[in-house]
């Protein structure tokens, strides 16, 4: 998989990389197939959102096209659960696959029903340091399938 373009968080007035997508949970709870198509392989999902953290509250306050009529300025993420991670500082090892690259540190939201619960961060160790065997993990990714091989059994 190709390296993501990043979602944008606005925290304490600043301007963050994320390397969660939150807006894909409000698509599969609501059943719904994301309306964008994508233009490159460096996003898949079509769209590049732009989120802000008030008051421990996450909001999507920005997005290429009108999903959500009504709400001009923002909307409360209250479909999202999960945890954001926020890259910081120099990068320490460019990994061409979604967001896997390594930084200096990674800040991190633990997000509930969109309310920020804990915030963090982690320093982390370059790749040639003996320490760093503890680095970041895959949890998710997309596969599509394929036609089955003749005579292939699936079952």
């Known amino acids: 998989m190709t390296a993501q373009v990043s979602e944008t968080l606005v925290y304490e007035g600043k301007k963050l990389s994320m390397c969660a997508e939150p807006l894909g949970d409000y698509f599969a709870l609501a059943g719904l197939a994301p ?3 994508w233009t490159s392989t460096a996003l898949w999902r079509g769209y590049v959102g732009t ?29 999202y659960s999960g945890t954001i ?9 460019y990994i061409h696959m979604g967001y896997a ?12 029903k969109g309310l920020v619960r804990r915030a963090w961060v982690k320093e982390n160790e370059s790749p ?7 680095r970041h993990e895959v949890h998710a990714f ?9 005579g292939e059994d699936r079952s």
């Open 101 to 112: 690259s390594l930084y200096e540190r990674d800040r991190y939201f633990e997000v509930e």
């Open 85 to 93: 991670r926020v890259p910081e500082g120099k990068l320490l090892e």
């Open 128 to 134: 040639g340091d003996e320490e760093s065997a503890e």
């Open 51 to 79: 989120w802000e953290i008030v008051h421990d509250r996450l909001y999507l306050i920005g997005i290429n096209g009108r999903l959500f009529p009504g709400f001009p300025e923002r909307v409360f993420a209250h479909w």
């Open 142 to 150: 997309t596969t599509f399938a394929r036609p089955p091989e003749e």
């Open 35 to 37: 309306p964008f198509e």
